[in-house]
């Protein structure tokens, strides 16, 4: 059964940093690009980044393309997001998925909060 935990969300001041995991399981996960979207309340779930199988090719939203960086262990079947210089709009709950996202394996996100 493929299972996403996703963890490591908190609240941070804005220009603060947090570093968000997803831990995957049920798959081969060096085979398969893996990425992170996000939806904030009232919003659909949007793309923030995603990341091939070995690491070599990643895509970031326009919106944080600078300020966050998607990386992968594979021994560890775990990919990361480093997030800095946060911003209030950065505020949502955070869900990891394959490169092609599947609707039946969306994990319960972890809460990002950007806030004074």
């Known amino acids: 059964q493929v299972q996403f935990a996703e963890s490591g969300g908190g609240l941070v001041q804005p220009g603060g940093s947090l570093r968000l995991s997803c831990a995957a399981s049920?798959?081969?996960?060096?085979?398969?690009?893996m990425s992170w979207y996000r939806q904030a309340p009232g919003k659909e779930r949007e793309l923030v980044a995603k990341?091939?199988?070995?690491?070599?090719?990643?895509i970031y939203a326009d919106s944080v393309k600078g300020r966050f960086t998607i990386s992968r262990d594979n021994a560890k079947k775990t990919v990361y997001l480093q997030m800095n210089r946060l911003k209030p709009e950065d505020t949502a709950v955070y869900f990891c998925?394959?490169?092609?996202?599947?609707?039946?394996?969306w994990g319960q996100g972890t809460q990002v909060t950007v806030s004074s």
């Open positions: 990341i091939s199988n070995m690491g070599g090719t990643t």
């Open positions: 049920g798959f081969t996960f060096s085979s398969q690009g």
């Open positions: 998925n394959y490169w092609q996202p599947r609707d039946e394996v």
